[in-house]
C-alpha cells in the first residue's frame, strides 16, 4: 500500500511522494486523510533544521501531528469501524521515511488506539485537537493564568480554556496582525502594560530571550510556566529570580486525558475552535502552504486538504 506524503528531505527541502506504508495488523487501521494542520511551531523548527534532537528524528521525514480522517480499513482489535471520522496525531507507519511525527500523508497506518473517534461535525477544526489539549495540559491541576505571552492558535486556545474556567487572563502580543480575536480576555502590546505582579505568566511565544522580562513581572512565589517550545536553551537572571522566590514550570506534551476534556468541553459549548484556521490548501500545493505558514504572520492557522488524494 502506497500513501501521498509531505517529506521532509533536508531542512528547507519539502516534497510530495508516493511512500509505501507498513502492513497494517490486526490492532491498526488505515485511515484516508481529509485535512491536516501544519504546525508554525515544531514543524517550522524541523523545516529550518533548528529542531533539538529527539530519538527518532532525522530526515528524511514527513511532517504532521494534527490529522482528521474516514477510517478506511479497521483490523478486527483495533477498537474502530469502517466510516469512522477520527484525529491522528502522527503516525510511525512509513517504510522510506522516519515517522517521529508523519500525520501528513494521504493515508496513514495506526494503531487503533492512538486514533480518537471525533463528532462528524468537527470536520477540519479537528485538526486543531492536538493543540487544545497541550494548552489544557499546560493548565490542568494548576494555578490559572493570568498573563499569557503570544497570541497564537496555543495561546487563544489556553485563553480560552482559562475563561471557560472562569479565570481572566490578560494576553501579550507584540504583532498587530494578531492582536484582534479576543473572546473574553484582553489582548495587550507589553510596552503598554506595568504590571509587575502577576501570581501566574504562562508563556507560548517559544521565546527564550523573554525570560528575565517575565520573571520581573511574576509576584513574590508567582510561577512562570514555559508552554511553547524553545530551540535556544533556557537561562534566566538568577537575583530577580531569587528575590521573587520565583518558580518555573516545563509544560509537556498532552496525555489522552487532556484530549478527553477538551473533547468534552467542545461537546458542551464551554470551548470554541471558531476562527482559529485561517488557511487552507489543497495538499497537491504543499510547499507553497508550509511557507505560507511559517513566513505569513497573518496565518494562524494553515490546513492541507487530503479528499482529492485519498
Sequence with gaps: MQALAVLLEQPGRLALR???????????VVVATEWSGISTGTERLL??????????????????????????????NSGHRIGERVFVPGSRGFKEA?????????HLVVAGAKAVTIADELGSSGVLL????????????HAPPELIVGHGVLGRLLARIAVAEGASPVVWETNPLRAAGAEGYEVVAPVADSRKDYRAIYDVSGDAALIDTLIGRLAREGELV???????PISFSFPPAFMREARLRIAAEWREADLAAVTAMLADGRLSLG?????????????????????????LKMVLDWRACS
Excluded: K, N
Design 18 to 28: 508516493q511512500l509505501e506504508l507498513v502492513a497494517p495488523g490486526d490492532e491498526d
Design 98 to 106: 522516519r515517522g517521529l511525527f508523519g500525520g501528513a500523508s494521504s
Design 226 to 232: 514555559l508552554a511553547g517550545f524553545y530551540d535556544q
Design 130 to 141: 492536538a493543540l487544545a489539549a497541550t494548552a489544557r495540559h499546560a493548565l490542568a491541576g
Design 275 to 299: 476562527g482559529l484556521i485561517t488557511h487552507r490548501q489543497v495538499a497537491s500545493d504543499a510547499d507553497e502552504a508550509y511557507r505560507t505558514a511559517f513566513g505569513d504572520p497573518a496565518c
Design 47 to 76: 523545516w529550518s533544521g533548528r529542531m533539538p534532537h529527539f530519538p527518532g528524528m532525522g530526515y528524511p521525514l514527513v511532517p504532521g501531528y494534527e490529522s482528521v480522517g474516514r477510517v478506511a480499513q479497521a483490523g478486527a
